[in-house]
C-alpha cells in the first residue's frame, strides 16, 4: 500500500504534521504507483469524492498502526545532520558521478515546479518517487553513488520528496556545491575586474536602505525575514550585484565562505546574517529593519562593504604609485580577504607591493616577491613559499608583501579551537594572519591558474 513508503520516510515529528494535512494533500499522498519503469509525466488525480473519503479513511487508519514501526533507525553518525547540510553534496556527486540520473531527477523537478497546485505537485512527486529512489538504489548498486550517500538519500526520503514538491531540491545547489564552484572559476578565466578609486556608491545608511526596500519590493517581500527560500536569495543577490557593479557569482561565492548560505545562526558572537556583519558595524544593526534581522539587508549591506572594498584596493595602489590590479583573481582575493580582516590591510598590502616591485595582478608574488611562486602540499593543508631572486623572503613566505601587511594590521590571539581548525598553513611554526588568509583563500590557493596568470612585462 501507498502508506507504506509514506511511512519509512517519516520520523516521529512529521507524524503530528500528516494528521494536520488538507483532505486534498491527504489524498494525494494516498494515490498508487504507477509501475510505469520511466518517470510519468502525469500524476492522476481522482475526482471521486466518495472514493477520496474512503482512501483517505483507510489512510489514516493504516497510518496510526503502522507507521510507528515503519520509521527507520537514524543512521549512526546521522543524529546532528538535516537535510541542509547534506543535500549539496549529494547532488554535487550525483552530478559527478551519475550525470544522466541527474539531469533525469533536474528535469522531473522542472516537471513538477510547472504543475498549478502543490495538491497536483505531492501527488505528482508519491507517484514518481519510488522509480527515482530505484534509480538512486541501482546507482549505488552500480558503483556510481557512494554507499554513504545512497544511504543518505533514503534516510532523508521525507525532504527529499518535500523539496521536489514545492520545486526547491536544486535551488540551494544552483550556488553551493561543485557546479557553482566550476562556473566562478570559469568567469574568474574569462572576466577582467575594473576597480574605481572615485567610484560612487550609496555610502549612507538612507541609501542603501532604499535599495533594501526596492529589492523587498521586486521580490513582494513586505515584512522582515531571516527565512527567504534560496530562489529568493539568488534573486536579491542578483538586484544586489547590478546595483554595486559586482557580479553576483562573486558576492554568492563570498557568502559561501562567510556563512555557508545561513541565514541567521551566527558564526561568532561578533558577526550575522548570511554575509557574516560583524557588530562593529553599529549604525546597520540599528532601526526595525537591519543586518540582524533581514537577510535582503545583510545582503545589500554585504554587498556595499564588499563594492567599498574595491574602492579602497583601488585608492591604496594609486597612492603607492602602482597600476591597479585587473586580474579578477587577484581582486577577487585580496578583496574577499579585506572584507573579512577589514580594508586597513589594503594600505599595507600596497605600501609593500611597491617596495618589492612586484607585478600587482601575479598573485604569487604577493607571497614570493618578484618572480616568486608557491607550491601547495599535504594535500592542501600546507603552502611552500618559492622566493624570487633576489629577495630576503624564505619558503614560508617571511617578509613577504602578504606577511609584512599581515604584521602591520596586528595579530589576534585565537582560540585553541579555532587554532586548530586554522592550522598553521605557511609552515612558520605559529598560527598568524597569513594562516588565516590562505585558509580563507585556499579555494583560489588550489587553482593552478593563480601560478602563471597574467606573465610579467619581461616574460
Same mark, same amino acid.
Given at each position: 500500500?501507498?502508506?507504506?513508503?509514506?511511512?519509512?520516510?517519516?520520523?516521529?515529528?512529521?507524524?503530528?504534521?500528516?494528521?494536520?494535512?488538507?483532505?486534498?494533500?491527504?489524498?494525494?499522498? !494516498?494515490?498508487?504507483?504507477?509501475?510505469?519503469?520511466?518517470?510519468?509525466?502525469?500524476?492522476?488525480?481522482?475526482?471521486?469524492?466518495?472514493?477520496?473519503?474512503? &482512501?483517505?479513511?483507510?489512510?489514516? !487508519?493504516?497510518? $496510526?498502526?503502522?507507521?510507528?514501526?515503519?520509521?527507520?533507525?537514524?543512521?549512526?553518525?546521522?543524529?546532528?545532520?538535516?537535510?541542509?547540510? #547534506? #543535500?549539496?553534496?549529494?547532488?554535487?556527486?550525483?552530478?559527478?558521478?551519475?550525470?544522466?540520473?541527474?539531469?533525469?531527477?533536474?528535469?522531473?523537478?522542472?516537471?513538477?515546479?510547472?504543475?498549478?497546485?502543490?495538491?497536483?505537485?505531492?501527488?505528482? #512527486?508519491?507517484?514518481?518517487?519510488?522509480?527515482?529512489?530505484?534509480?538512486?538504489?541501482?546507482?549505488?548498486?552500480? $558503483?556510481?553513488?557512494?554507499?554513504?550517500?545512497?544511504?543518505?538519500?533514503?534516510?532523508?526520503?521525507?525532504?527529499?520528496?518535500?523539496?521536489?514538491?514545492?520545486?526547491?531540491?536544486?535551488?540551494?545547489?544552483?550556488?553551493?556545491?561543485?557546479?557553482?564552484?566550476?562556473?566562478?572559476?570559469?568567469?574568474?578565466?574569462?572576466?577582467?575586474?575594473?576597480?574605481?578609486?572615485?567610484?560612487?556608491?550609496?555610502?549612507?545608511?538612507?541609501?542603501?536602505?532604499?535599495?533594501?526596500?526596492?529589492?523587498?519590493?521586486?521580490?513582494?517581500?513586505?515584512?522582515?525575514?531571516?527565512?527567504?527560500?534560496?530562489?529568493?536569495?539568488?534573486?536579491?543577490?542578483?538586484?544586489?550585484?547590478?546595483?554595486?557593479?559586482? &557580479?553576483?557569482?562573486?558576492?554568492?561565492?563570498?557568502?559561501?565562505?562567510?556563512?555557508?548560505?545561513?541565514?541567521?545562526?551566527?558564526?561568532?558572537?561578533a558577526a550575522v546574517g548570511i554575509m557574516q556583519i560583524e557588530n562593529?558595524?553599529?549604525?546597520?544593526?540599528?532601526?526595525?529593519?537591519?543586518?540582524?534581522?533581514?537577510?535582503?539587508?545583510?545582503?545589500?549591506? $554585504?554587498?556595499?562593504?564588499? =563594492?567599498?572594498?574595491?574602492?579602497?584596493?583601488?585608492?591604496?595602489?594609486?597612492?603607492?604609485?602602482?597600476?591597479?590590479?585587473?586580474?579578477?583573481?587577484?581582486?577577487?582575493?585580496?578583496?574577499?580577504?579585506?572584507?573579512?580582516?577589514?580594508?586597513?590591510?589594503?594600505?599595507?598590502?600596497?605600501?609593500? =607591493?611597491?617596495?618589492?616591485?612586484?607585478?600587482?595582478? &601575479?598573485?604569487?608574488?604577493?607571497?614570493?616577491?618578484?618572480?616568486?611562486?608557491?607550491?601547495?602540499?599535504?594535500?592542501?593543508?600546507?603552502?611552500?613559499?618559492?622566493?624570487?631572486? $633576489?629577495?630576503?623572503?624564505?619558503?614560508?613566505?617571511?617578509?613577504?608583501?602578504?606577511?609584512?601587511? !599581515?604584521?602591520?594590521?596586528?595579530?589576534?590571539?585565537?582560540?585553541?579551537?579555532?587554532?586548530?581548525?586554522?592550522?598553521?598553513?605557511?609552515?612558520?611554526?605559529? #598560527?598568524?594572519?597569513?594562516?588565516?588568509?590562505?585558509?580563507?583563500?585556499?579555494?583560489?590557493?588550489?587553482?593552478?591558474?593563480?601560478?602563471?596568470?597574467?606573465?610579467?612585462?619581461?616574460?
Open positions: 500500500m501507498r502508506i507504506s513508503l509514506i511511512a519509512r520516510a517519516l520520523k516521529p515529528k512529521y507524524l503530528l504534521l500528516l494528521l494536520r494535512l488538507p483532505a486534498s494533500v491527504l489524498l494525494c499522498l !494516498s494515490l498508487p504507483a504507477s509501475s510505469t519503469a520511466a518517470i510519468s509525466p502525469k500524476a492522476p488525480f481522482s475526482q471521486d469524492a466518495e472514493a477520496a473519503a474512503a &482512501r483517505i479513511s483507510a489512510l489514516l !487508519s493504516d497510518f $496510526g498502526q503502522n507507521v510507528l514501526d515503519s520509521v527507520p533507525a537514524v543512521p549512526k553518525g546521522r543524529q546532528a545532520q538535516t537535510f541542509e547540510d #547534506v #543535500v549539496v553534496d549529494l547532488i554535487d556527486e550525483l552530478s559527478e558521478k551519475d550525470p544522466a540520473l541527474f539531469e533525469k531527477i533536474r528535469a522531473e523537478e522542472l516537471r513538477i515546479r510547472a504543475l498549478p497546485s502543490l495538491e497536483l505537485r505531492a501527488a505528482a #512527486v508519491q507517484e514518481a518517487y519510488p522509480r527515482l529512489e530505484r534509480s538512486l538504489d541501482k546507482s549505488a548498486a552500480d $558503483g556510481r553513488l557512494s554507499p554513504e550517500n545512497a544511504e543518505k538519500w533514503a534516510f532523508f526520503r521525507a525532504e527529499a520528496q518535500k523539496a521536489l514538491a514545492e520545486g526547491t531540491l536544486f535551488e540551494k545547489a544552483q550556488f553551493a556545491g561543485k557546479a557553482f564552484d566550476e562556473k566562478v572559476q570559469r568567469l574568474l578565466d574569462k572576466s577582467t575586474s575594473v576597480i574605481d578609486p572615485n567610484r560612487k556608491l550609496p555610502d549612507a545608511k538612507s541609501e542603501y536602505m532604499k535599495l533594501s526596500k526596492r529589492i523587498h519590493d521586486a521580490l513582494v517581500i513586505p515584512n522582515n525575514s531571516t527565512e527567504l527560500t534560496m530562489r529568493q536569495i539568488d534573486q536579491a543577490f542578483a538586484l544586489a550585484g547590478k546595483e554595486f557593479g559586482i &557580479r553576483p557569482e562573486f558576492l554568492k561565492y563570498m557568502a559561501k565562505t562567510e556563512s555557508g548560505l545561513k541565514q541567521a545562526v551566527p558564526s561568532n558572537p562593529v558595524h553599529k549604525e546597520a544593526y540599528s532601526g526595525p529593519r537591519n543586518v540582524a534581522n533581514d537577510t535582503i539587508t545583510n545582503i545589500v549591506y $554585504g554587498s556595499l562593504l564588499r =563594492a567599498q572594498t574595491d574602492r579602497t584596493m583601488a585608492k591604496r595602489f594609486s597612492e603607492a604609485k602602482l597600476p591597479l590590479p585587473s586580474n579578477p583573481r587577484v581582486v577577487e582575493f585580496l578583496g574577499d580577504l579585506a572584507y573579512n580582516r577589514g580594508p586597513g590591510l589594503l594600505k599595507y598590502v600596497a605600501q609593500y =607591493a611597491a617596495q618589492q616591485k612586484i607585478d600587482v595582478n &601575479r598573485f604569487a608574488e604577493y607571497i614570493g616577491g618578484a618572480g616568486g611562486a608557491y607550491e601547495l602540499i599535504d594535500g592542501g593543508l600546507k603552502i611552500v613559499v618559492i622566493p624570487g631572486p $633576489g629577495t630576503d623572503i624564505d619558503k614560508t613566505g617571511k617578509n613577504s608583501a602578504l606577511a609584512l601587511a !599581515s604584521e602591520a594590521v596586528g595579530r589576534v590571539q585565537l582560540s585553541k579551537k579555532l587554532t586548530e581548525r586554522i592550522g598553521d598553513r605557511n609552515g612558520d611554526g605559529r #598560527v598568524d594572519h597569513l594562516d588565516i588568509w590562505l585558509t580563507r583563500g585556499i579555494k583560489y590557493l588550489n587553482d593552478p591558474n593563480l601560478k602563471s596568470s597574467l606573465p610579467r612585462a619581461e616574460d
